[in-house]
């Protein structure tokens, strides 16, 4: 299942069901830069992100989830994740959150791998 953003559905009250995985994407609030990963709990995951417990994505303080699909199994979202850090993931991640860079023109989809 897809959840597309900006305005993450997870704070809407999207619920998942029992043992479900995600694939997703964070960007920055401040600066140009997104992250993909995948997790179990996407609310948690989005908290240790923000609470600096990532080391990757702590210089970008604070992140939103931008993006997210759901998946039965860890495997198919980690396979996923590393399809979004594809050129082809990139490409299509752009185009799914076209709306979203729109609205910030300063910040473009960045390479982290």
Known sequence: MQVPCPTASVRRGFLPGPHMYFA???GSLGKKFVYKGHCEDLQKRLGQHNAGMTRSTR?????????AEEFETREEAIKREKFFKSAGGRKVLKEKLELYFNARPTERLTRND
Do not use: G
Request: a negative charge; glycine letters at 0%.
């Open 24 to 26: 997703y994407v964070l």
């Open 59 to 67: 210089p970008f303080i604070p992140l939103e989830i931008i993006y």
